[in-house]
């Protein structure tokens, strides 16, 4: 499957995540994402170096600056459990705004077109590093990195594409 692209319609799916109550919800993407502005961005593994020292990072810093631009929603998603989404959001205690999505059986990853296989490096399928802006489900800008890579997906790339 092609990765997703500029001009497509964000396809549907299932993710998981804790609640301010401490349970378990399953949401889909569409109800996050119908009718708004929304950034949903996708890192190989929580506690992971760059994904935990610059990528989520980078949005928490920004993400005063990219809701005055009509950005509603900032969405992380990962091929994680959602135990573990939550334990990793736990270590940003200043975060306020992004949103820790688990997608446990790369189901959406896939979807997107952006699964990345590490199993030689014992990791399994993960998700390619990406950053997606999207306006009522319609892909705006698609920032998708290759490899090991970090620099088209960060934060201040999607500033750029608003």
Same mark, same amino acid.
């Given at each position: !499957? ?58 928490? $810093?920004?993400?005063? $600056? ?13 091929? @994680?459990?959602?135990?573990? !989404? ?56 698609? @920032?998708? $990195? ?17």
């Amino acid at each position: !499957m092609a990765p997703i692209a500029v001009g497509d319609v964000l396809p549907d799916g299932k993710l998981a995540y804790f609640d301010e109550q401490d349970q378990l919800q399953e949401v889909s993407v569409h109800s996050l994402a119908a009718g708004k502005k929304v950034i949903l961005f996708g890192v190989p593994g929580a506690f992971t170096p760059t994904c935990s020292l610059k990528h989520v990072p980078g949005f928490i $810093e920004k993400a005063e $600056e990219l809701k005055s631009k009509g950005v509603t929603e900032i969405l992380c998603i990962s091929v @994680n459990d959602p135990f573990v !989404m939550k334990a990793w959001a736990k270590t940003y205690p200043e975060n306020k705004h992004v949103k820790f999505l688990a997608d446990g059986s790369a189901t959406y990853t896939h979807a997107l077109g952006l699964e990345l296989d590490l199993q030689e490096k014992g990791l399994g399928t993960r998700s390619r590093r990406f950053a997606l802006l999207v306006d009522d489900l319609k892909v705006k800008a698609a @920032n998708i $990195e290759g490899g090991g890579e970090f620099t088209v997906s960060s934060a201040d790339d999607i500033l750029k594409d608003l």
